[in-house]
């Protein structure tokens, strides 16, 4: 193969590694970069979780507030937590629909937390009806209290599931990363090698060649000189004495 044949060989080699390191580096930057959304996906389950229990919370505030007082204020906050409840509820369902196991503990918790603002609501309905002492000793009574720990079991138990995920989710973006590096990394080392061996082939070849060329031209100086000194005949016949 020619110096110029070795050029273009070397040249191909590079873009085609250049084509391998641009696909490699595509595939595990777009896997990372979906296990990346996957954690990000996960910190919303978590973060809804915890909105949706201090909700409930709220609600539970506004309403003794509201028993207790029964100013205007509370009963428009007590609205206003009740239906933020509601839709967390709601944001919940869509974040997990990916998830089954999510998903059965919603079908769990969504009577539940409907069961506890149902009573809180009966708590303000008798309130705005006249029957504030009544209301008060149900609040005394502490009926509601079955209700409150098994929603808080409901949502500590989707916590403890999403934070497995979290874990999961990002080991595998970790090692995604990981691997994005080394991918690119073996490539790049895999192409130094290859262009420096061909440096290394075309630099000996020119090297050769020129040593070639070096003693061709000291051959035909030496003869050149032999000719022009020498004063004998000297004549030149081809293989058919011609």
Not at 21 to 48: C, D, K, M, P
Not at 190 to 219: D, K, M, P, V, Y
Request: glycine share 8%; proline share 1%; net charge positive.
């Amino acid at each position: 193969m020619g110096l110029t044949s070795r050029v273009v060989v070397g040249f191909g080699v590079g873009i085609l590694l250049l084509g391998i390191v641009s696909g490699v580096a595509y595939l595990t930057i777009g896997n990372f970069t979906r296990t990346e959304e996957w954690v990000n996906h996960t910190y919303q389950v978590l973060s809804e979780l915890s909105r949706l229990d201090g909700q409930i919370s709220d609600v539970k505030a506004d309403e003794r507030g509201y028993v207790l007082i029964a100013h205007d204020r509370f009963y428009l906050q007590f609205q206003s937590d009740k239906a933020a409840a509601l839709r967390s509820l709601e944001n919940l369902r869509e974040l997990t629909r990916d998830n089954p196991r999510q998903q059965g503990h919603l079908n769990t918790l969504a009577p539940l937390v409907a069961r506890r603002l149902a009573f809180f609501d009966s708590a303000v309905k008798l309130v705005r009806s006249g029957k504030g002492a009544e209301a008060r000793a149900r609040e005394e009574q502490g009926i509601e209290q079955e209700a409150a720990g098994l929603v808080s079991r409901e949502i500590s138990l989707m916590i403890e599931e999403e934070r497995t995920l979290l874990v999961q989710r990002a080991a595998e973006a970790h090692r995604s990363n990981r691997l994005v590096a080394a991918s690119i990394v073996l490539i790049c080392l895999t192409g130094c090698g290859l262009a420096g061996s061909f440096a290394l082939r075309i630099r000996r070849e020119i090297l050769e060649r020129n040593r070639a060329e070096s003693a061709e031209q000291g051959a035909r100086s030496l003869l050149s000189g032999v000719i022009e000194n020498s004063h004998a005949v000297i004549f030149a016949k081809d293989r058919q004495g011609r």
